[in-house]
Protein backbone atom coordinates (compact mmCIF):
# COMPACT_ATOMS: atom_id res chain seq x y z
CA UNK A 1 0.00 0.00 0.00
CA UNK A 2 3.06 2.64 1.35
CA UNK A 3 4.52 1.43 -2.44
CA UNK A 4 1.76 2.58 -4.45
CA UNK A 5 1.47 6.05 -2.62
CA UNK A 6 5.37 6.70 -3.45
CA UNK A 7 5.08 4.88 -6.96
CA UNK A 8 4.74 8.21 -8.89
CA UNK A 9 7.28 10.07 -7.12
CA UNK A 10 9.63 7.19 -7.76
CA UNK A 11 8.54 7.00 -11.58
CA UNK A 12 8.88 11.25 -11.72
CA UNK A 13 12.34 11.00 -10.09
CA UNK A 14 13.89 8.47 -12.16
CA UNK A 15 12.90 10.70 -15.27
CA UNK A 16 14.38 13.54 -13.28
CA UNK A 17 17.42 11.75 -12.69
CA UNK A 18 17.98 10.82 -16.36
CA UNK A 19 18.42 14.80 -17.27
CA UNK A 20 21.64 15.91 -15.94
CA UNK A 21 20.61 19.52 -16.36
CA UNK A 22 17.61 20.15 -14.87
CA UNK A 23 18.95 18.12 -11.81
CA UNK A 24 21.77 20.77 -11.87
CA UNK A 25 19.79 23.72 -11.98
CA UNK A 26 17.32 22.42 -9.28
CA UNK A 27 20.76 21.61 -6.86
CA UNK A 28 21.86 24.92 -7.85
CA UNK A 29 18.08 26.60 -7.07
CA UNK A 30 18.39 24.77 -3.62
CA UNK A 31 21.87 25.95 -2.96
CA UNK A 32 21.27 28.92 -3.57
CA UNK A 33 18.30 29.48 -1.22
CA UNK A 34 19.62 27.51 1.25
CA UNK A 35 22.23 30.39 2.02
CA UNK A 36 19.78 32.95 1.66
CA UNK A 37 17.58 31.52 4.46
CA UNK A 38 20.51 30.41 6.51
CA UNK A 39 21.76 34.15 6.27
CA UNK A 40 25.24 32.90 4.63
CA UNK A 41 25.38 35.20 2.16
CA UNK A 42 24.49 38.10 4.01
CA UNK A 43 26.85 37.25 6.37
CA UNK A 44 29.73 37.00 3.82
CA UNK A 45 28.46 40.76 2.58
CA UNK A 46 28.79 42.13 6.27
CA UNK A 47 32.43 40.87 6.37
CA UNK A 48 33.11 42.06 2.98
CA UNK A 49 32.01 45.64 4.03
CA UNK A 50 33.78 45.40 7.76
CA UNK A 51 36.99 44.48 5.79
CA UNK A 52 37.00 47.20 3.66
CA UNK A 53 36.02 49.66 6.61
CA UNK A 54 39.10 47.84 8.22
CA UNK A 55 41.54 47.90 5.26
CA UNK A 56 40.54 52.29 5.02
CA UNK A 57 41.29 52.71 8.61
CA UNK A 58 44.73 51.08 8.34
CA UNK A 59 45.23 52.96 5.26
CA UNK A 60 44.63 56.19 7.47
CA UNK A 61 46.39 54.89 10.53
CA UNK A 62 49.45 54.41 8.39
CA UNK A 63 49.35 57.65 6.90
CA UNK A 64 49.08 59.35 10.43
CA UNK A 65 51.99 57.30 11.56
CA UNK A 66 54.60 58.76 8.70
CA UNK A 67 53.07 62.35 9.47
CA UNK A 68 53.90 61.40 13.11
CA UNK A 69 57.71 59.80 12.42
CA UNK A 70 58.22 62.96 10.31
CA UNK A 71 57.40 65.18 13.35
CA UNK A 72 59.86 62.58 15.00
CA UNK A 73 62.47 63.03 12.67
CA UNK A 74 61.80 66.96 12.29
CA UNK A 75 62.26 67.15 16.59
CA UNK A 76 65.23 65.78 17.25
CA UNK A 77 67.01 68.59 14.72
CA UNK A 78 68.32 71.69 16.99
CA UNK A 79 66.51 73.95 15.17
CA UNK A 80 63.32 72.66 15.86
CA UNK A 81 64.21 72.57 19.69
CA UNK A 82 65.61 76.57 19.28
CA UNK A 83 62.17 77.34 17.58
CA UNK A 84 60.12 75.28 19.80
CA UNK A 85 62.14 77.29 22.98
CA UNK A 86 61.81 80.64 21.19
CA UNK A 87 57.59 80.33 21.02
CA UNK A 88 57.06 78.40 24.01
CA UNK A 89 59.43 80.29 26.46
CA UNK A 90 59.80 83.26 24.59
CA UNK A 91 63.84 82.35 24.90
CA UNK A 92 65.98 84.56 22.63
CA UNK A 93 69.12 84.78 21.16
CA UNK A 94 72.10 86.50 22.10
CA UNK A 95 72.41 89.72 19.99
CA UNK A 96 68.47 89.20 19.09
CA UNK A 97 66.44 92.60 19.38
CA UNK A 98 63.34 92.41 21.71
CA UNK A 99 60.56 94.62 22.15
CA UNK A 100 58.74 94.54 25.21
CA UNK A 101 55.19 96.14 24.57
CA UNK A 102 53.09 97.02 27.83
CA UNK A 103 49.81 94.98 28.48
CA UNK A 104 46.84 96.67 27.84
CA UNK A 105 45.01 95.69 31.00
CA UNK A 106 47.65 96.90 32.61
CA UNK A 107 47.50 100.24 30.60
CA UNK A 108 43.38 100.38 31.66
CA UNK A 109 43.83 99.30 35.38
CA UNK A 110 46.75 101.50 35.69
CA UNK A 111 44.36 104.86 34.76
CA UNK A 112 41.60 104.07 37.29
CA UNK A 113 44.03 104.10 40.64
Not at 10 to 19: D, G, P
Not at 39 to 62: C, D, E, Y
Not at 93 to 110: A, I, S, T
Amino acid sequence: MIGQLFKPFFVFLNKLLHQPLKVLFICLAVLFFSLIIQGHLFQLWRLHQSAQKLQQTIKTVRHQTHVLENKVKNASGLHFIEMEARERYDLVRKGDLVFVFPNEEENQGGDHE
